[in-house]
């Protein structure tokens, strides 16, 4: 997900998807742990999309 995706969703919604984004995260940790995935990268990525949309979220409180 792009910088500027994030930037078009809303508030509320990108908190509500930024709580999905990280129970994701953390279960595709858990399974990689247990059976290796595929493409570990995709962890990588799911990191680093909730630390770009905690971004914009934090961005958005501050600039209230």
Do not use: F, G
């Amino acid at each position: 997900m792009k910088i500027k995706e994030v930037r078009e969703i809303e508030t509320k919604d990108l908190a509500e998807k930024i709580e999905a984004e990280v129970a994701k995260y953390n279960q595709m940790k858990l399974n990689h742990a247990i059976t290796p995935l595929e493409n570990p990268s995709e962890i990588k990525k799911a990191r680093r999309d909730i630390a770009r949309m905690k971004t914009v979220l934090r961005e958005r409180e501050l600039n209230k």
